[in-house]
């Protein structure tokens, strides 16, 4: 049985190197009948499912992988990507918190999860989350912007302002969007003159 697992994993990577998803996820799925605890096979499908917006099936491979590794913080967040682009952002916040439970440095699943909790309108828990992303990536304009938006619909304009000053420094364009999504005419004079 193992030989015929590796067979089929071996053909279904050939099949990924050449970008012809189909024939490697047919061929992932007869390893996983070989061998359904492989980690890689499970990783594999549930990555061509969710490529091919498949995302029901994808979320049950990366299930069954957490059950193999129950602490991959790249497989929770994953699994919350899954559950959020699929429009279910409350099921995709408990992953994201696992992500950052198994690594609390994972920029991007406090990114999604404060881009979940903003969706459900949960907007001082998104704050908390942006705030995580903006201490783990100062220079990361877009997570300065959402954490921006975060502030305005949690009724913060003192620290709307914080923000928009920080993204001056070096987005000065993402600030002049912050002030003009967030409805700040009165922080428009903190922008500069931008040629574009």
């Known amino acids: 049985m193992k030989f015929e697992h590796w067979q089929h994993y071996a053909r279904g990577?050939?099949?990924?190197?050449?970008?012809?998803?189909?024939?490697?996820?047919?061929?992932?799925?007869?390893?996983?009948?070989r061998?359904?605890?492989?980690?890689?096979?499970l990783l594999h499908l549930a990555s061509i499912d969710a490529s091919q917006k498949r995302f029901t099936a994808?979320?049950?491979?990366?299930?069954?992988?957490?059950?193999?590794t129950p602490d991959d913080s790249p497989t929770w967040?994953?699994?919350?990507?899954?559950r959020e682009t699929?429009?279910?952002?409350?099921r995709a916040i408990p992953a994201f918190m696992e992500s950052v439970r198994c690594n609390p440095n994972q920029d991007l699943a406090w990114y999604g999860m404060g881009l979940?909790?903003?969706r459900l309108g949960q907007h001082t828990e998104a704050v908390k989350a942006f705030e995580k992303v903006a201490e783990l990536q100062p220079m990361y304009g877009d997570g300065l912007y959402q954490l921006g938006m975060a502030y305005h619909h949690a009724n913060?304009?003192?620290?709307v302002k914080r923000v928009v000053t920080r993204l001056v420094d070096f987005e000065p364009k993402t600030a002049k969007k912050l002030v003009?999504?967030?409805?700040?005419?009165?922080l428009k004079s903190l922008i500069p003159d931008l040629p574009f």
């Open 116 to 118: 979940a909790h903003a």
């Open 156 to 159: 913060c304009p003192d620290q």
């Open 35 to 41: 061998d359904p605890n492989h980690l890689q096979t």
């Open 86 to 90: 699929a429009g279910a952002p409350a």
């Open 13 to 33: 990577w050939l099949w990924l190197f050449f970008k012809r998803e189909k024939q490697a996820y047919e061929e992932f799925r007869l390893a996983y009948s």
């Open 180 to 186: 003009h999504d967030a409805q700040r005419s009165d």
């Open 77 to 82: 967040f994953n699994l919350a990507f899954v």
């Open 58 to 68: 994808a979320e049950k491979w990366f299930e069954k992988a957490l059950v193999i």
